[in-house]
């Protein structure tokens, strides 16, 4: 039975269906468009985590810190979930054993620039790791402790400004703007 869902998967991707993503097809999706998309995504996500929740939650991207933009749910999971969304910026960036990333696009561009991302998203996803350590919730941290969180901030603001500045450069992407940008 999984035998034959693999021979059938295996018989789209090997059609028309496959040459739409390979870049043969007719239909086939543009190599530029689809970088495109893998830089927009984190920049918008690097934006949304920094400024519109760890920003507000901080008051220092609004008059008067508000923590009711932090995501909590019943379950706390919000330090949890910032973790999650750095870790998978890294993984779009660092691409898997089998596939390119992001990063392999800009070495070969400005091994600099790819250098300083890497670095970025390290001390990242390190200084959220500190916080987790502490075995609170990020709720519970911005009220106890805000200078924990805002070094966090400051480590996906520096790793943002890399990726809005250098990276969406060199591999000539246009952002335009997000759900976020309250133009709705």
């Not at 739409?20 to 927009?40: K, Q």
């Not at 400024?51 to 507000?56: H, N, P, S, T």
């Not at 009220?143 to 000539?172: C, F, H, W, Y």
Request: charged share 25%; aromatic share 4%.
């Amino acid at each position: 039975m999984i035998a034959d869902a693999i021979r059938l998967a295996a018989v789209d991707w090997s059609g028309t269906y496959g040459e739409e993503f390979s870049g043969t097809g007719e239909r086939a999706i543009s190599e530029n468009f689809a970088i495109a998309d893998l830089v927009r995504v984190p920049v918008f996500l690097t934006e949304t985590i920094g400024d519109m929740q760890l920003g507000v939650a901080l008051g220092a991207t609004k008059p008067e810190a508000d923590l009711s933009v932090i995501p909590g749910g019943h379950a706390n999971q919000a330090l949890s979930d910032l973790e999650q969304n750095v870790r998978g910026i890294r993984d779009t960036y660092f691409g898997d054993a089998e596939g390119l990333g992001l990063s392999d696009l800009v070495a070969q561009l400005s091994e600099a620039t790819d250098r300083r991302m890497r670095d970025r998203l390290a001390q990242a996803i390190e200084a959220i790791e500190t916080l987790q350590s502490r075995g609170e919730s990020l709720q519970r941290l911005l009220k106890t402790d805000p200078d924990a969180e805002a070094e966090v901030r400051d480590a996906i603001k520096s790793m943002q400004v890399v990726l809005n500045t250098e990276v969406v450069s060199l591999l000539g992407v246009s952002i335009g703007f997000s759900d976020n940008d309250g133009d709705s």
